[in-house]
T-cell receptor, first 108, second 113 residues
Framework: DAKTTQPTSMDCAEGRAANLPCNHS???????VYWYRQIHSQGPQYIIH???NNETNEMASLIITEDRKSSTLILPHATLRDTAVYYC?????????FGTGTRLTIIP | SQTIHQWPATLVQPVGSPLSLECTVE??????LYWYRQAAGRGLQLLFY??????ISSEVPQNLSASRPQDRQFILSSKKLLLSDSGFYLC????????????FGSGTRLTVV
């Protein structure tokens, strides 16, 4: 599976949009981009995933560049409950392998 | 709907004692099953995954083993626990099709003393 690179940490003001970047320059054609988040002492929670097109659901939006080498997860109106570690994962087979993720802190 | 059950939620075991953590999935058949471990302050490490009954793939050499005696049951075991086995253990399942999500259990926090 392709490796991903994310910033170690980010802050975002409550009520503002949180934009979390992810680089996956070695992604191959059949690999999907998944985003999960983990709130302290809980199991990872699925947020969104995509292949080529931008995606939106009730939690977030996923913007994938045309060359698919990077993506951005957007939380449109961040709340304090969005404070968590966010993982960007690229997968094309059975294994879901986590990197170190981005620790997002929402500031009141 | 599909659900995943993992127990116990917390466990304190002495060094050298055996371990058995169980994970079951309901509402689906032939799922892919996974065991992850998260040491304190660290990321999630994939330990084992299984694509079918009796089929176990190990990702890292360690003091643990996994078994899948039934289609929707995944067990993590150890014969003799080490202090370094402490951590947060998570079970997950997926339909086995790329493009479909992975669902995690609530985890077991194991402390080896």
């Amino acid at each position: 599976d392709a490796k991903t690179t994310q910033p170690t940490s980010m802050d975002c003001a409550e009520g503002r949009a949180a934009n979390l970047p992810c680089n996956h320059s070695t992604i191959s054609g059949n690999e999907y981009v998944y985003w999960y988040r983990q709130i302290h002492s809980q199991g990872p929670q699925y947020i969104i995933h995509g292949l080529k097109n931008n995606e939106t659901n009730e939690m977030a939006s996923l913007i994938i560049t045309e060359d698919r080498k990077s993506s951005t997860l957007i939380l449109p109106h961040a709340t304090l409950r969005d404070t968590a570690v966010y993982y960007c994962i690229v997968i094309g087979n059975e294994k879901l392998t986590f990197g170190t993720g981005t620790r997002l802190t929402i500031i009141p | 709907s599909q659900t995943i059950h993992q127990w116990p939620a917390t466990l304190v075991q002495p060094v050298g004692s055996p371990l058995s953590l169980e994970c079951t999935v309901e509402g689906t058949s032939n799922p892919n099953l996974y065991w992850y471990r998260q040491a304190a302050g660290r990321g999630l490490q994939l330990l084992f995954y299984s694509v079918g009954i009796g089929q176990i793939s190990s990702e890292v050499p360690q003091n643990l083993s996994a078994s899948r005696p039934q289609d929707r049951q995944f067990i993590l075991s150890s014969k003799k626990l080490l202090l370094s086995d402490s951590g947060f253990y998570l079970c997950a399942w997926s339909p086995g099709l790329v493009g479909y999500g992975y669902t995690f259990g609530s985890g077991t926090r194991l402390t080896v003393v």
